[in-house]
């Protein structure tokens, strides 16, 4: 490992955030898993699973604030890799139930099962609101001059 030029409090990027996203898509992919075993729906027992993932990363954000501050962007970076892979595991699994059912019942069928049922929010709804307040976060970070030494 290369030290030259890090600070004492320096941290190693690698080590925080690597085990962060492959929990965080470990836990996504059980999510979806669990959704595929139920039938492919988005029910009370996947927005508790979903939830529970939520949690974890407040957990894991409160617990490594100090080494987030040490990051350049550590707050944002982290916020980005939780959106990336939620909201594509959840828009990946629709996109696949939607060709599956599309090929078995025509484009109505798809459409019904993703636009008229609970996909709509755990999709479309959840990555625009979800997109929104991570524009406000990069937005602020930039503002706050985020990237200067």
């Known amino acids: ?5 890090q ?6 990027v690698r080590s925080l955030f690597l085990p962060y996203t492959l929990s965080l898509v470990g836990g996504m992919a059980a999510v979806q898993i669990c959704i595929a075993v ?3 729906e988005i029910t009370v027992l996947a927005a508790t699973l ?6 974890g990363l407040l957990i894991w954000a ?11 962007f550590g707050g944002v970076i982290a916020h980005t890799i939780a959106y990336v892979v939620v909201t594509t595991s959840f828009t ?15 484009i109505e069928a798809a459409a ?3 636009l008229a049922s609970p996909w709509f929010g755990a999709t479309l709804v959840m990555s625009s609101l979800w997109g929104l307040g991570l524009l406000l976060h990069l937005l602020g970070t930039v503002l706050g001059h985020g990237w200067e030494d």
């Open 50 to 55: 979903t939830a529970v993932v939520a949690f």
């Open 112 to 114: 019904d099962s993703l």
């Open 62 to 72: 409160w617990r490594h604030r100090r080494r987030l501050t040490r990051v350049r």
């Open 38 to 40: 139920t039938g492919g």
């Open 7 to 12: 600070s004492p409090q320096s941290t190693d």
């Open 92 to 106: 990946a699994h629709a996109a696949g139930r939607g060709i599956a059912l599309g090929a078995e019942g025509g």
């Open 1 to 5: 490992m290369n030290t030259v030029g």
